[in-house]
């Protein structure tokens, strides 16, 4: 997360160009399209705590080539390492707490999992910056890569724990709702991943200076445009943090399919409302509405997923990394079609239209059936 912060400011003084730091921001993500389904087939005969281990020393080793500013070509296979590493780390991560979750408390587990994950996230953006003005690049990244490889002592524990211990609360996959249900899964992880990593992500700072160039004043305060983007962006990631464990038992109580449809109705008003030209204060609160609902929806499939298999949140996640990686591609193009940012919602909106029709119908395809909800 540190390179998020760092390269989009400082990318002249490394000696690379626009392009590269494109190419190097999204190459983690392109790469994980490969390399999510070798991690899910390699952990079926390579323990997981193995492969855990060696995934955090692979990340640590590209976090210190990033510190010595490698050629583009070095710096770019050092981020697909990275990619890969990641792919490991988040499949075992996702699959062991499903497999050791009590009945019931799936979503609460996945979602104190997902905000441990994400105070990294926050840690990584704040530290990134705020180390590199006070000891430039290079420290900044061979200290990354230290804290990296301390993740070691954790993963190793809890091999030894795991070997001493051999209850595991979830009986395992869970059957139903065949191909074409997982298909109705994957499509509305391409679409969370499209709209919310991909589309609102990329084009908010430009939505905001269109809609408000002056700021947001409050008394005699003007808050920037940068400033209210920055602010924006870093609540997504608290909203990870603090409110996943909540979601998640929302979703256990209310079941992934009823919370789903609600949520995915709710996301699509807010985006839908967001278009019109409203009051600046009303247009973040939309934001902040549509970011809650949207991390609930990850939640959501990943409890859908990860009942149904490992294999099955492979995909998952593979669908949810194609679409943050379309996603800016798709929006930046609607603003240089339309020449106004705010159609970037309307697209949205009817992106979470969709995903509340295929919610519904494999909603009503499991009820006639006579299937239960819960995981399914």
Not at 117 to 129: E, M, P, W
Not at 356 to 375: P, V, W, Y
């Amino acid at each position: 997360m540190a390179l998020y912060t760092i390269l989009p400011v400082h990318f002249s003084v490394l000696g690379l160009t626009p392009i590269q730091v494109g190419v190097l921001l999204s190459a983690n993500r392109w790469v994980r399209i490969i390399t999510n389904h070798l991690a899910e087939k390699t952990i079926r005969h390579i323990p997981p705590g193995v492969c855990m281990v060696l995934a955090l020393v692979a990340g640590a080793v590209t976090t210190a080539v990033y510190g010595f500013t490698p050629p583009f070509l070095f710096f770019l296979a050092a981020r697909l390492v990275w990619g890969m590493s990641w792919s490991f780390l988040r499949q075992i991560g996702v699959m062991n707490t499903v497999e050791n979750s009590a009945k019931g408390q799936v979503g609460k587990m996945l979602g104190v999992y997902n905000g441990a994950v994400r105070i990294g996230f926050v840690i990584g953006n704040f530290a990134g910056g705020l180390l590199f003005d006070a000891l430039g690049f290079r420290l900044v990244f061979l200290l990354m890569a230290a804290f990296s490889v301390a993740g070691v002592i954790p993963a190793v524990a809890g091999m030894k724990w795991r070997n001493r211990s051999q209850a595991v609360h979830n009986p395992g996959p869970i059957p139903g709702g065949g191909k074409t249900a997982d298909l109705l899964i994957y499509a509305r992880g391409f679409l969370i991943g499209t709209v919310g990593s991909g589309i609102i992500m990329s084009t908010l700072g430009h939505v905001l200076s269109e809609r408000m160039s002056e700021g947001i004043s409050i008394g005699s305060l003007v808050i920037g445009i940068a400033t209210v983007n920055g602010i924006l962006l870093a609540l997504r990631q608290t909203l990870h943090v603090i409110g996943s464990p909540f979601l998640g038992t929302f979703i256990d109580r209310a079941g992934v399919y009823r919370s789903q449809l609600f949520l995915f109705a709710a996301a699509t008003a807010t985006l839908f409302t967001a278009f019109f030209r409203i009051h600046a204060g009303l247009l973040v609160t939309m934001v902040v509405v549509f970011f809650m609902s949207e991390t609930a929806l990850q939640l959501g499939l990943m409890v859908q997923a990860g009942m149904r298999g490992s294999k099955q949140y492979a995909r998952l996640a593979t669908a949810m990394d194609l679409g943050s990686a379309v996603g800016p591609i798709a929006g930046w193009t609607a603003v240089g079609l339309f020449l106004s940012s705010r159609w970037t919602f309307l697209i949205g909106s009817a992106f979470y239209l969709l995903g509340t029709l295929f919610t519904l119908m494999q909603m009503l395809s499991n009820k006639g059936r006579g299937e239960q909800e819960a995981g399914l």
